[in-house]
């Protein structure tokens, strides 16, 4: 069984910065991507950016320059800072994790995290 426990959403006025944190706890043999996907309200749920296990990152065009996405191996943590914040950044905040858990390999989602950008 795995877990992933998302942590810091809120409410923040344009412009500001939030940092998400993602914990993946259980059976875990091996991580290799986790992301940050998110989904606001009559939208689908879309990417935000994904690192794979060696550090290599992925952005969605409408965040480059103003989120970065980081991994703690040893901690089987994923964050996202977010700077520069605007009223369309506003979404739930999903965090998924491909991982091995023990032998198999799923795609894991946390249970999502508000995050309210007001102009």
């Known amino acids: 069984q795995v877990q992933l426990v998302e942590s810091g959403g809120g409410l923040v006025q344009s412009g500001g910065s939030l940092r998400l944190s993602c914990a993946a706890s259980?059976?875990?043999?091996?991580?290799?991507?986790m992301g940050w996907y998110r989904q606001a309200p009559g939208h689908q749920r879309e990417l935000v950016a994904t690192?794979?296990?060696?550090?290599?990152?992925i952005y969605a065009n409408s965040v480059k320059g103003r989120f970065t996405i980081s991994r703690d191996n040893a901690k089987n943590t994923v964050y996202l800072q977010m700077n520069s914040l605007k009223p369309e950044d506003t979404a739930v905040y999903y965090c998924?994790?491909?991982?091995?858990?023990?032998?198999?390999?799923?795609?894991?989602w946390g249970q999502g995290t508000q995050v309210t950008v007001s102009s």
């Open positions: 998924n994790g491909n991982i091995r858990a023990p032998i198999r390999v799923y795609d894991y």
């Open positions: 259980g059976s875990i043999a091996s991580i290799n991507s």
């Open positions: 690192i794979s296990n060696s550090g290599s990152t």
